[in-house]
């Protein structure tokens, strides 16, 4: 499997234009994850999805921010419009169902490269 | 709300020697997973242990071993014979059964030769 993929690994833009990042999980993974890392808030969520479903979005930060899963090996996290302090890294993981695969690995989120975003 | 702490910035050691990276967490639940990932300059989240609550065995993984105090709420991380290769930012990491993890700010290793 070739990880957790996402894109692209980094944009720069200026204020006020849309940003959209797209991820795409481990095949079978059940649960999707978008985190935000800056110097000064570390690493925060913003939403997780649990098959194709938002479960916990209360981290995203305002109206400006939308994420989605259309199905299982795609979701998209999107900005519109884009401040400058949107800039950070974004990055995307996925895990396995717990009740599944309790042995080897459930609960372990799988991170992607990240995505590096510059609102000038 | 469940908050992981660390309060050792910056962090360094020699090669060779062993470093301890400390990490606090506050909870009221009785089950619930601990991580340690780590950062190198190439920004990759890569998960380095983890510690399932319910087991009172310390975790190890090869140089990388685990001190847990349940009851002390403390989840620190042991490198033994530290490489070059170690230097990278590390996070301690909390999760309940929601697969959520909540992380904290870091700290950041320094190997030196």
């Known amino acids: 499997d070739a990880g957790v993929i996402q894109s692209p690994r980094h944009e720069v833009t200026e204020m006020g234009q849309e940003v959209t990042l797209r991820c795409k999980p481990i095949s079978g993974h059940d649960y999707l994850f978008w985190y935000r890392q800056t110097m000064m808030r570390g690493l925060e969520l913003l939403i997780y999805?649990?098959?194709?479903?938002?479960?916990?979005d209360s981290g995203m930060p305002e109206d400006r921010f939308s994420a989605k899963m259309p199905n299982a090996s795609f979701s998209t996290l999107k900005i519109q419009p884009s401040e400058p302090r949107d800039s950070a890294v974004y990055f995307c993981a996925s895990s396995p169902h717990p009740g599944r695969d309790r042995a080897s690995g459930a609960n372990v989120l799988t991170f992607g490269a990240g995505s590096r975003l510059t609102v000038l | 709300a469940q908050t992981v702490t660390q309060s050792q910035p910056e962090m360094s050691v020699q090669e060779a020697e062993t470093v301890t990276l400390s990490c606090t967490y506050d909870t009221s639940e009785s089950n619930y997973y601990l991580f340690w990932y780590k950062q190198p300059p190439s920004r990759q989240m890569i998960l380095v242990i983890r510690?399932?609550?319910?087991?009172?065995q310390n975790a190890t993984e090869n140089r990388f071993s685990v001190n847990f105090q349940k009851a002390a709420k403390s989840f620190s991380l042991k490198i033994s014979d530290s490489q070059l290769g170690d230097t990278a930012m590390y996070f301690c990491a909390f999760s309940h059964n929601t697969d959520k993890l909540i992380f904290g700010t870091g700290t950041r290793l320094q190997v030196f030769p």
């Open positions: 510690q399932e609550a319910y087991k009172q």
């Open positions: 999805f649990n098959n194709n479903v938002p479960i916990d």
